[in-house]
């Protein structure tokens, strides 16, 4: 089993949808939770981040931990085109664990 | 704003050349990564540095070595390249005791042929 599952997609939606990316895990270690985003040919780039479990908002981002179940997720509401992205959750304990990334495309 | 570079976009090399990678920060951070990006494999670390002529292997360091003299700078070697090493090279830095934020170069995308 790996240590970070992400579904590859690609998901594709509407303009103005609710999206929501997850992530499970396996090492009940993990502590900091995080997404970054990654444009075309360019690093990723950290987008949120949530200590332990809970909730996290950011104006049209919302990103959600529950370690009791090792799933964290990331909701992005009225998604827009510049949304179009790879979205990698990533945690960490000891060590630095990236998932594969999804990837998003909003459609105008 | 932090930044962080990496000396080339795209590079095309054959296979058995020698192959330095190069990655510098501006911001004074200790810890230094290098990741290599596959697509469905995501982010895969090589290497990393603690501090300057520090270095610990990653999860896949076979055929690669680093080098850190600088603080400021961090490079990836490859002895001698082969074809199976033709991907997305990532550098990152982060500020010791940073539990959550790397900050990542532009990548360089290498072709072994």
């Known amino acids: 089993q790996k240590e970070v599952e992400q579904d590859p997609g690609p998901l594709s939606v509407p303009e103005g949808a609710i999206v929501s990316l997850n992530c499970t895990y396996s090492n009940s270690a993990f502590q900091y939770f995080m997404w970054y985003r990654q444009y075309s040919r360019k690093g990723p780039e950290l987008l949120m981040y949530?200590?332990?479990?809970g909730n996290k908002e950011d104006g049209r981002f919302t990103a959600q931990v529950d370690k009791s179940s090792k799933y964290i997720s990331l909701f992005i509401r009225d998604s827009q085109p510049s949304d179009s992205a790879t979205y990698l959750c990533?945690?960490?304990?000891?060590?630095?664990?990236f998932g594969p990334g999804t990837r998003l495309s909003v459609l105008p | 704003d932090v930044k962080v570079t990496q000396s080339s976009r795209y590079l095309v090399k054959r296979t058995g050349e020698k192959v330095f990678l190069e990655c510098v920060q501006d911001?004074?951070?200790?810890?230094m990564f290098w990741y290599r990006q596959d697509p469905g494999l995501g982010l895969r670390l090589i290497y990393f540095s603690y501090d300057v002529k520090m270095k610990e292997k990653g999860d896949i360091p076979e055929g690669y070595s680093v080098s850190r003299e600088k603080k400021e700078r961090f490079s990836l070697i490859l002895e001698s390249a082969s074809t199976n090493q033709t991907s997305m090279y990532l550098c990152a830095s982060r500020v010791q005791g940073g539990s959550y934020e790397q900050y990542f170069g532009p990548g360089t995308r290498l072709t072994v042929t």
């Open positions: 911001m004074d951070h200790e810890n």
């Open positions: 949530t200590y332990s479990s």
């Open positions: 990533a945690m960490t304990g000891q060590n630095f664990v």
